[in-house]
């Protein structure tokens, strides 16, 4: 398992590209890659969600326009870390914009999160979803394809991608048939196709490594997206309310955020050492990690306390929404030596303490993610 020293020493002084590092999962990307000395280029749309994890950690309104050197601060007074070298607000759809941006600052490696990565918002709105998971990244692989500078591309995609036959008791594999059933898991699938047609045909050749990595569903402090659980439970908890849970019985991959972003940067710097590591990978917890929405549920009102508690809506109503996905991690294991961090009682127990801090502060809550991170890096022995 590759230490986060090794980490720290490969990527020091790399410029790293991050698309969609204002969302959740960007902001935490963002954060890591700063203490790990790397200089972020990021580029995104602004934050989809007011309060927004972005804005806590930078600044108020930081997410919604330009900005460069972009710092954190770090807990005991400590000096403010830079996270973020530029952070450009800008549509990946508009391919004149991403080129001029992806020339200029000409990225040594590539991290792709860039998305509309809402299933329920996918039924909404499912042509501009096609045109931000698939043409975004048909834009992002084309600039790379005209100016091969980066050496390492990772496709961030979904354990959605999947034909879903909801079996019991099994876990998706990497060779398993891509065929995502709604406009949000389909545009996925399409994403993949995209990428490892790109890197067939193009990329392999010029030298540019890429991978694609399948995550299960991501949790943890600083989430405020719609139609997510912990989100949901979260302004639950913050405004005295019942937690209203559509699908209490589905079974989802959860993992803690951490985990993810982890692998992310562990597959970029492998592949950019030796490319025979690209490929395409699940990146989920192990089976005793997969849990009902329920059993979520009732892990975060233990952890937070003051009497929260759950129901579900008198007549559920809603598009499909699978009740069954599990990700067999099998390979990821296998090939680097990689197993998860955190189960889900400290994972949940991670959240409540963000959020409790929140409530406080931004300061307090940035000193309490700031923790996080060095206790799931030691935790990890990484």
């Known amino acids: 398992m590759v230490s986060f020293e090794e980490l720290k020493a490969f990527y020091r002084g790399k410029k790293v590209l991050v698309t969609g590092h204002t969302g959740f999962k960007g902001s935490y990307l963002t954060v890591l890659l700063g203490l790990l000395g790397a200089k972020v280029y990021g580029y995104a749309l602004k934050a989809g969600t007011d309060p927004c994890l972005f804005d806590i950690l930078y600044g108020s309104g930081v997410s919604s326009r330009s900005?460069?050197?972009?710092?954190?601060?770090?807990?005991?007074?400590?000096?403010?870390?830079?996270?973020?070298?530029?952070?450009?607000?800008?549509?990946?759809?508009?391919?004149?914009?991403?080129?001029?941006?992806?020339?200029?600052?000409?990225?040594?490696?590539?991290?792709?999160?860039?998305?509309?990565?809402?299933?329920?918002?996918?039924?909404?709105?499912?042509?501009?979803?096609?045109?931000?998971?698939?043409?975004?990244?048909?834009?992002?692989?084309?600039?790379?394809?005209?100016?091969?500078?980066?050496?390492?591309?990772?496709?961030?995609?979904?354990?959605?991608?999947?034909?879903?036959?909801?079996?019991?008791?099994?876990?998706?594999?990497?060779?398993?048939?891509?065929?995502?059933?709604?406009?949000?898991?389909?545009?996925?699938?399409?994403?993949?196709?995209?990428?490892?047609?790109?890197?067939?045909?193009?990329?392999?050749?010029?030298?540019?490594?890429?991978?694609?990595?399948?995550?299960?569903?991501?949790?943890?402090?600083?989430?405020?997206?719609?139609?997510?659980?912990?989100?949901?439970?979260?302004?639950?908890?913050?405004?005295?309310?019942?937690?209203?849970?559509?699908?209490?019985?589905?079974?989802?991959?959860?993992?803690?955020v951490l985990e993810p972003l982890y692998v992310y940067l562990m597959i970029a710097m492998k592949q950019a050492e030796d490319p025979s590591y690209a490929g395409w990978y699940n990146v989920g917890p192990d089976t005793e990690d997969c849990v009902t929405t329920g059993k979520l549920c009732d892990l975060f009102m233990s952890s937070y306390g003051e009497g929260l508690r759950w129901e579900t809506p008198a007549q559920p109503s809603g598009p499909h929404e699978a009740g069954l996905l599990k990700l067999d991690n099998g390979k990821l294991k296998k090939t680097f030596g990689w197993k998860p961090v955190w189960h889900m009682d400290r994972t949940v127990r991670a959240i409540t303490d963000w959020t409790k801090a929140w409530v406080q502060s931004n300061e307090t809550a940035n000193e309490e993610l700031i923790r996080q991170i060095h206790e799931f890096m030691l935790t990890g022995s990484i």
């Open 67 to 256: 900005e460069t050197q972009l710092h954190v601060r770090l807990p005991g007074g400590q000096s403010p870390v830079e996270s973020i070298s530029e952070s450009h607000i800008a549509d990946i759809r508009d391919m004149d914009e991403l080129e001029a941006f992806y020339n200029r600052t000409e990225p040594d490696i590539v991290l792709h999160l860039a998305a509309q990565p809402i299933v329920r918002e996918g039924y909404r709105i499912p042509r501009e979803t096609y045109e931000i998971n698939v043409m975004g990244t048909v834009n992002l692989l084309e600039c790379v394809r005209r100016n091969p500078c980066c050496r390492s591309f990772l496709n961030v995609t979904t354990d959605k991608v999947y034909l879903n036959e909801e079996r019991p008791d099994y876990a998706y594999r990497e060779e398993d048939k891509l065929d995502g059933y709604d406009p949000y898991a389909n545009s996925k699938s399409c994403s993949e196709l995209v990428t490892h047609s790109y890197s067939s045909s193009f990329l392999k050749a010029a030298g540019v490594a890429v991978s694609t990595a399948r995550a299960g569903n991501v949790i943890g402090g600083g989430d405020f997206s719609p139609d997510r659980i912990i989100p949901d439970c979260v302004r639950a908890a913050v405004s005295r309310r019942t937690i209203v849970v559509r699908n209490p019985y589905s079974v989802r991959p959860y993992q803690f």
